[in-house]
């Protein structure tokens, strides 16, 4: 019987988070510790350390040495190497596999061991997810060094999506073009999705590929997914995963001319490129200096809301002007966010026929805001969805799977919220792969 334990690393747009688990070949992964960094892009960033279920660390502010996600890996590694509470983590030859998270995984279609041939490749698609990729490679690079007998493995964020059909996947374009330069939807957020078809399948009580889902992972990047019997059927991302919904600092989609009359220089190599990532100005535009932090001045979507839903309207005799003109931006920020997000579901409903078993919410947006899942669900109340404002209003979702919405008739679709575990999924799918072992 093979055991290991299992570091999963998921380096996110504005966080990083890190799972450790016990696995034995084939088996579920049971998890250790949990430890996460977020809010990298609305400093200071904060610490949170689970150990066995339990919050050792629930909100420690970490000082502003944590340029980006390499620096939080460090950090985390080091809180879980020094917790003498780990015993299974003594020290760092203790971990036996590494499963990273790696958002364009280009034509891959399962979980890859990293040698240097498939770095290299992976090196090459780096400017295809320039908030993501590179930074992830950064962290494998760490791993490789610093836990010299670990196996690492990449996982990829657009595996989930390699069941695209083509008329969905196909940009009209040149089609030679299209072919040799690779220019096609892949889609992101798949490991996550993963993991939310199986949860939401089970909770259904169906097999995996008899459920029809709406899925909207919404996070500091944002997307939505059409799920027909089980597999990715469409998704909001594309060749990158600025295409679709807006996010923290992306903008999402834009008129594609856009660019070209926000500024003349648009062309030009932006300053921040590096030898490991390669950004014009204008993708440094759309990726980095757009979406929430453009429009509102902060990246983080509680506060949006909070602001959004404040009562400091123009009523108000003793709210001051800034109030009021940050309660406009904040509530038109939410209200845009509705929106784009409504388009793609009334979109994705058509497109699966009207057969949608369920409408998920998960990542940190779907998952803590009932008042974002409120707003959608009744802007989607024509097609049957409807939310439980009790439930919904509940100020913590427990559970991996919980439904927000009122349970109509059989066909009526449901409305669940499931917490998105993307370090789970990789760890589950390295238990399952010998190669791995
Ligand atoms: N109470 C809340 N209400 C709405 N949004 C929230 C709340 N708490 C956190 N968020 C949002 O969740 C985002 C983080 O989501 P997450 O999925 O963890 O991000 P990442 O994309 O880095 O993986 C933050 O940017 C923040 O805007
Ligand atoms: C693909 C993507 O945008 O991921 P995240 O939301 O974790 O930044
Ligand atoms: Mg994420």
Redesign the pocket.
């Known amino acids: 019987m093979k055991k290991k334990i299992a570091l999963s690393v998921?380096a996110?747009?504005?966080?990083?988070?890190v799972s450790v688990y016990d696995v034995e070949f084939g088996q579920a992964p049971v998890q250790l510790a949990e430890a996460?960094i977020?809010?990298?892009?609305?400093p200071p960033p904060t610490l949170k350390y689970v150990r066995d279920g339990k919050t050792v660390i629930k909100a420690k502010e970490v000082d502003d040495n944590i340029e980006g996600q390499r620096d939080a890996f460090s950090l985390l590694l080091e809180t879980l190497v020094e917790d003498e509470d780990l015993p299974q983590i003594k020290s760092k030859e203790d971990i036996g596999i590494v499963c990273h998270r790696i958002v364009h995984g280009g034509d891959y279609s399962k979980p890859q061991l990293i040698s240097n041939e498939t770095y290299e490749h992976l090196e090459n698609l780096n400017d295809l997810a320039p908030l993501h990729n590179a930074n992830s490679l950064g962290i494998v690079q760490l791993c490789i060094r610093a836990l010299p007998t670990a196996n690492n493995v990449a996982c990829f964020d657009s595996q989930f999506h390699s069941t695209i059909p083509e008329h969905i996947r196909t940009y009209p374009i040149n089609r030679d073009i299209a072919r040799s330069n690779k220019l096609r939807k892949y889609g992101f957020h798949g490991i996550s999705y993963a993991f939310i078809t199986r949860s939401a399948a089970e909770f259904l009580g169906k097999e995996p590929d008899e459920v029809n889902i709406i899925a909207l992972?919404?996070?500091?990047?944002?997307s939505a997914c059409a799920i027909k019997n089980g597999k990715s059927w469409d998704t909001s991302m594309g060749l990158t995963p600025l295409a679709g919904l807006p996010?923290?600092t992306r903008s999402g989609s834009v008129d594609p001319s856009l660019v070209f009359h926000y500024a003349s220089d648009v062309g030009k190599l932006s300053p921040a490129s590096t030898s490991d990532l390669h950004i014009s100005r204008a993708e440094e535009i759309l990726n980095k200096e757009s979406g929430?932090k453009a429009l509102t001045g902060t990246?983080?979507?509680?506060?949006?809301?909070?602001s959004a839903f404040s009562s400091s309207s123009s009523s108000s005799s003793s709210s001051s002007d800034d109030d009021d003109d940050d309660h406009e931006v904040m509530k038109l920020a939410f209200d845009l966010f509705v929106d784009r997000i409504c388009g793609f579901i009334g979109s994705y409903y058509v497109s699966l026929r009207g057969k949608v078993d369920a409408l998920v919410f998960?990542?940190?947006?779907?998952?803590?805001?009932p008042?974002?899942r409120a707003a959608v669900v009744d802007q989607i109340s024509c097609l049957g969805f409807q939310i439980d404002d009790e439930v919904n209003n509940k100020n913590e979702i427990r559970n991996v799977v919980e439904e927000v919405g009122k349970k109509g008739g059989l066909d009526e679709p449901r409305v669940l919220v499931v917490q998105?575990d993307?370090q789970f999924e990789m760890a589950r799918a390295c238990a399952e792969d010998a190669e791995f072992w």
């Open positions: 998921n996110g747009s504005s966080s990083v988070k996460q977020s809010g990298l892009t609305s992972h919404l996070g500091s990047g944002a996010g923290a929430w990246t983080d979507f509680g506060k949006i809301t909070s998960a990542g940190g947006i779907g998952e803590k805001s008042q974002l998105t993307e």
